[in-house]
Nanobody, 119 residues
Framework: VQLVESGGGLVQAGGSLRLSCAAS????????MEWYRQTPGKQRELVAQ???????NYASSVKGRFTISGDNAKKTMYLQMNDLKPEDTAVYYC??????????????WGQGTQVTVSS
C-alpha cells in the first residue's frame, strides 16, 4: 500500500491549507485514517484521527481549526487546516490502517509534506 500526500506549502499566519493523502494498492477497506506532524528534534505528534464509523479526534492544539475527513471509496483522506499559526509549521504525515483484498491487515505511512506558516 502506498500513501501519497499533497497540498503542503508556505502560507501566512491566519491562512488555510488542505492536505490530501491518496492510497493505492490492493486495498479492501480503510478503517483508521490519521494525520501526524513532526518538527526537528521532536517526536511525531498525532494531530487528527478518524475511525470509519466513529467521531474524529484532534490534538488540543488544533481542535476547532483542523478538520479530518476521508473518502473510503476514493481511498483518500484530507486535512483541512484553517487559521494556521507559526507553531503549526512541521512535516505532516498521513497514516492509514485497514484490510487488503484477501483479508490481510495493513498499516502504511506517507512520505510527508512540509507545511510552513510565516508570521
Amino acid at each position: 500500500v502506498q500513501l501519497v500526500e499533497s497540498g503542503g506549502g508556505l502560507v501566512q499566519a491566519g491562512g488555510s491549507l488542505r492536505l490530501s493523502c491518496a492510497a493505492s494498492g490492493m486495498i479492501f477497506s480503510i478503517s483508521v485514517m490519521e494525520w501526524y506532524r513532526q518538527t526537528p528534534g521532536k517526536q511525531r505528534e498525532l494531530v487528527a484521527q478518524l475511525t470509519i464509523g466513529g467521531s474524529p479526534n484532534y490534538a488540543s492544539s488544533v481542535k476547532g481549526r483542523f478538520t479530518i475527513s476521508g473518502d473510503n471509496a476514493k481511498k483518500t483522506m484530507y486535512l483541512q487546516m484553517n487559521d494556521l499559526k507559526p507553531e503549526d509549521t512541521a512535516v505532516y504525515y498521513c497514516s492509514a490502517r485497514g484490510l487488503l483484498q484477501g483479508g490481510t491487515a495493513f498499516s502504511s505511512w506517507g512520505q510527508g509534506t512540509q507545511v510552513t506558516v510565516s508570521s
